[in-house]
T-cell receptor, first 114, second 118 residues
Framework: AQTVTQSQPEMSVQEAETVTLSCTYD???????LFWYKQPPSRQMILVIR??????QNATENRFSVNFQKAAKSFSLKISDSQLGDAAMYFC???????????FGGGTRLMVKP | DAGVIQSPRHEVTEMGQEVTLRCKPI?????LFWYRQTMMRGLELLIY????????DSGMPEDRFSAKMPNASFSTLKIQPSEPRDSAVYFC????????????????FGAGTRLSVL
């Protein structure tokens, strides 16, 4: 079974600075998908960014980018120019190419200081 | 589109009572998922449906939990009888199902139901 680990329960960043959230996963599969979801205090789970394992190029969505290291099974999220609205729980998730289910990490709480 | 709609937003009940959580997936989506979120266990998949058929219910904690999807636009998660340890946030999510293009296979979440069993 796949497992997803987020080793940072909490992170803090100054507004306008850059922060990186870590995620590692364990799988024996070669084809899969990785996601970062954001959960603000409203509880809504919002997709931030996704990455296909077969793509070498790191995904980017505006201020959000990932560093995907397939051999190391690492999938970190970088948030540039942090904003107060970025404060939330962030969850890393894995989905097998063969299945339809998401396996989530334990989450990282990001605090943004003004 | 209104997104995935869950009701109620909050539910407070007493131990032993029956609880029914409801979900309306995004129109056109054919996969539906129920998750539970707790501080201790994080986000766990309880069950998922594809084309209204339960595919994997291995995450359902015990017989007190049941889920149905009578049609493509409605699903329920029922707990009977409820216990204090069932207190959690329950999420419903939907997706377009098993297709090869990742953009079509993203799970969209509802706002969740916070359940408190006293």
């Amino acid at each position: 079974a796949q497992t997803v680990t987020q080793s940072q329960p909490e992170m803090s960043v100054q507004e306008a600075e850059t922060v990186t959230l870590s995620c590692t996963y364990d799988t024996s599969e070669s084809d899969y998908y990785l996601f970062w979801y954001k959960q603000p205090p409203s509880r809504q789970m919002i997709l931030v960014i996704r990455q296909e394992a077969y793509k070498q190029q790191n995904a980017t969505e505006n201020r959000f980018s990932v560093n995907f290291q397939k051999a190391a099974k690492s999938f970190s999220l970088k948030i540039s120019d942090s904003q107060l609205g970025d404060a939330a729980m962030y969850f890393c998730a894995y989905r097998s190419n063969a299945g339809n289910m998401l396996t989530f990490g334990g989450g990282t709480r990001l605090m943004v200081k003004p | 589109d209104a997104g995935v709609i869950q009701s109620p937003r909050h539910e407070v009940t007493e131990m032993g009572q029956e609880v029914t959580l409801r979900c309306k997936p995004i129109s056109g989506h054919n996969s539906l998922f129920w998750y539970r979120q707790t501080m201790m266990r994080g986000l766990e998949l309880l069950i998922y449906f594809n084309n209204n058929v339960p595919i994997d219910d291995s995450g359902m904690p015990e017989d007190r939990f049941s889920a149905k999807m009578p049609n493509a636009s409605f699903s329920t998660l029922k707990i009977q009888p409820s216990e204090p340890r069932d207190s959690a946030v329950y999420f419903c999510a939907s997706s377009l199902g098993l297709v090869s293009v990742i953009a079509k296979n993203i799970q969209y979440f509802g706002a969740g139901t916070r359940l408190s069993v006293l």
